[in-house]
């Protein structure tokens, strides 16, 4: 199993970035697929979350209205693109898969940084 992750970097306040998600090695489209974020000395933290069917998404307040997970079955990718950026978003943003009816996430990629800068 692998989830790939990529896209991050480092932009001014109120910018966008789109993170893209690779996986492979599982059966992408019963999985739901999931970002999270850690920052320095913070927990790791729910971004947002997307359906295995693709209908439905979730948002963490912080987030919502500004970001958006999306994904595309063809490609086995899932994107997080990310509108009016803040400087408290910045953190290491990794992908993660869960199958459901599990609660729990089974597989993590390694993240790839998002810098804020004001």
């Known amino acids: 199993v692998q989830l790939q992750a990529s896209g991050g970097g480092l932009v001014q306040a109120g910018g966008s970035l789109r993170l893209s998600c690779a996986a492979s090695?599982?059966?992408?489209?019963?999985?739901?697929m999931g970002w999270f974020r850690q920052a320095p000395g913070k927990e790791r933290e729910f971004v947002a979350s997307i359906r295995w069917s693709g209908g439905s998404a979730n948002y963490a307040d912080s987030v919502k209205g500004r970001f958006t997970i999306s994904r595309d079955y063809a490609k086995n990718m899932v994107y997080l693109q990310m509108n009016s950026l803040k400087p408290d978003d910045t953190a290491v943003y990794l992908c993660a898969a869960r199958a459901p009816p599990a609660a729990r996430y089974d597989y993590w990629g390694q993240g790839t940084q998002v810098t804020v800068s004001s």
């Open positions: 090695g599982f059966i992408f489209s019963t999985y739901y």
